[in-house]
């Protein structure tokens, strides 16, 4: 079945059954890929990638997801297009419309994305702002996946702080019905006014003071830098107010002997998590650093439309 969405801005815009479609397709073209047998379904279709945020992973993975769809992809940055200070987001949509197949963007500020994708008739992708980062949360999944074969009874723990992926891990935990609880800080919890909006009168999330009453029963333990891009003024008040705050062996002891360990990376070694646990047997991020290709392979051949090998 087609996605109901033109746009891919927020997990909380999908149904279940989208996010387990998006799932399995990258699942299956990650085979595909890996026996020479992924077709080419966007030649001719270009994707024009934003960047006013630096990236490694979300940059390399979808520039050469779209190469492997046989289409083509495009690098800009606020240098070149400055958005909302040289032309209106809205201008902006309407000239990309008319050039290229999607936008990825990754920004500051999730209302430029919603703009963005209000004003252009193409699909647009939040490649992580302030607010939120879902592609993140879909190769995450897919990981999990791939590691227990289903994401029912799931308990993801997440020890750090109440940012962008830990909304978006509430979408999901919301959309998909596992449990989510979040170790962090006094302080530094997902904003009450989101969470009422994201979970309703469900009881899938959950804000604990203590690491270690978050990994008792965890299936997943999940951390992320202390200070985030855009907070570089915090980052030494964050790193006194975080201390504590780490995925280390011992944490790891404290949770289930099946647990295991992802970080969205980049990771700060020795802050949020330890050295040892990156390199260990439970940890996934490597892994999980791949599926972002995968996941978001999946969701250009989901949302862009197919050239037939055509211009
Ligand atoms: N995890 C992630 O989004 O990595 P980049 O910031 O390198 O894109
Ligand atoms: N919370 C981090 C995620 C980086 C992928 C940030 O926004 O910098």
Not at 184 to 193: D, F, L, N, S
Not at 262 to 284: K, N, W, Y
Request: proline share 4%.
């Amino acid at each position: 079945m087609p996605l109901t969405q033109k746009d891919f801005l927020s997990i909380a815009n999908y149904q279940k059954r989208e996010l387990e479609e998006i799932l399995d397709l990258a699942i299956a073209q990650k085979v595909q890929l890996k026996s020479g047998l992924l077709a080419p379904t966007l030649v001719g279709r270009t994707l024009a990638c934003i960047f006013h945020k630096p990236s490694l992973r979300t940059r390399v993975s979808f520039e050469v997801a779209m190469h492997q769809l046989g289409g083509d992809s495009l690098y800009l940055t606020d240098a070149e297009i400055g958005i909302g200070s040289r032309e209106a987001p809205q201008d902006v949509a309407r000239v990309l419309s008319r050039y290229v197949s999607a936008v990825m963007i990754r920004t500051f500020d999730q209302s430029i994305v919603d703009t963005l994708a209000k004003h252009a008739t193409i699909p647009v992708i939040n490649g992580l702002t302030d607010l939120l980062h879902p592609c993140q949360v879909l190769a995450d999944l897919m990981t999990i996946r791939e590691h227990r074969g289903h994401l029912e009874d799931l308990t993801v723990a997440f020890i750090g702080d109440g940012n962008n992926l830990a909304r978006s891990w509430i979408n999901a935990a919301s959309k998909l019905g596992f449990r989510f609880i979040l170790a962090c800080p006094p302080g530094y919890g997902v904003e009450q006014a989101f969470v009422e909006e994201a979970i309703g009168d469900s009881s899938c999330y959950q804000e604990v003071n203590e690491p270690l009453a978050a990994v008792k029963g965890a299936d997943v333990l999940y951390t992320d830098v202390w200070a985030s891009m855009g907070q570089e003024a915090e980052v030494s008040g964050r790193k006194a107010d975080f201390n504590g705050f780490q995925i280390n062996s011992q944490l790891v002891g404290h949770s289930p002997a099946h647990s295991i360990v992802l970080h969205c990376l980049p990771a700060h070694r020795g802050e949020e998590i330890t050295d040892d646990v990156m390199e260990s047997q439970r940890s996934r991020v490597f892994d999980q650093a791949e599926n972002r290709l995968h996941v978001q392979r999946a969701l250009l051949s989901l949302l862009v439309k197919p050239s037939g090998g055509r211009y």
